[in-house]
């Protein structure tokens, strides 16, 4: 029997490819038109920016753990939370949850390992780039990381919060991560995490300057194999 795979769910754009991902891939795993069982539970991505704008971060950890309890509730096996930034509330989530998560940046960072890169360009919203979510699973396994400057920071904050939470996808904007990209790569990256998991829906291995390491279909990815394998809490 799979188990249940509960999604803590943030932005609707970055949620619903993680969720589409399941099912889609799932049939790949288990057959036609199969997939295990999804629950999902959200509150208004304005709930999680109130408190991320007030630096706020037991607030968010409030919001997630209490997704978490009715995901519990609805009989989730394991949990899983398709918004990077707000896993810097992660340590104040795990000890308290209900049940067990698979962590975005550690997906990321084994991924990472298997595909033997060695430098990694993190991209997202600046409270992720400037946070330790990347830099501390990265190094644990020892991976070097590279931020974007403070300007290039900024305008993929803008993008991501001014347009993708928002389903907008503009060339122009295509070609500012692109062009952060091929930085990155000319400082010596091997590699880019797609850190916000929006950035998929207009960056991807075909017309990034170097190899993606997509967190979202990652995150969704990883909690597939561990349903399927029926694991449970």
């Known amino acids: 029997m799979t188990g249940h795979i509960g999604i803590v769910a943030c932005s609707a754009e970055g949620a619903s490819l993680c969720y589409r991902t399941i099912c889609v891939e799932g049939a790949e795993l288990m057959g036609v038109h199969n997939h295990p069982e999804v629950s999902m539970h959200t509150y208004a991505l304005a709930e999680y920016m109130n408190r991320i704008y007030r630096n706020d971060w037991q607030g968010v950890a409030e919001l997630m753990l209490s997704s978490a309890e009715k995901l519990a509730k609805c009989g989730a096996d394991f949990l899983i939370c398709?918004?990077?930034?707000?896993?810097?509330?992660?340590?104040?989530?795990?000890?308290?949850?209900?049940?067990?998560?698979?962590?975005?940046?550690?997906?990321?960072?084994?991924?990472?390992?298997?595909?033997?890169?060695?430098?990694?360009?993190?991209?997202?919203?600046?409270?992720?780039?400037?946070?330790?979510?990347?830099p501390e699973k990265l190094t644990a396994r020892g991976l070097e990381?590279?931020?974007?400057?403070?300007?290039?920071?900024?305008?993929?904050?803008?993008?991501?919060?001014?347009?993708?939470?928002?389903?907008?996808?503009?060339?122009?904007?295509?070609?500012?991560?692109?062009?952060?990209?091929?930085?990155m790569k000319e400082q010596g990256c091997d590699a880019v995490v797609l850190g916000c998991t929006e950035i998929p829906l207009i960056i991807n291995d075909g017309n990034s300057p170097l190899p993606t390491l997509d967190s979202t279909r990652l995150l969704a990815r990883a909690a597939l194999r561990k349903a399927v394998a029926g694991e449970r809490a």
């Open 145 to 183: 990381f590279l931020r974007p400057s403070p300007e290039e920071r900024e305008e993929i904050n803008r993008i991501i919060m001014e347009e993708l939470v928002y389903g907008v996808f503009k060339p122009q904007s295509t070609e500012t991560f692109q062009q952060i990209i091929r930085g």
């Open 82 to 134: 398709p918004d990077n930034t707000i896993h810097q509330a992660f340590a104040q989530v795990a000890p308290r949850s209900p049940l067990p998560w698979l962590h975005i940046a550690e997906v990321v960072a084994a991924t990472a390992v298997e595909r033997q890169f060695r430098r990694i360009g993190v991209t997202g919203t600046s409270w992720l780039v400037e946070s330790e979510v990347y």
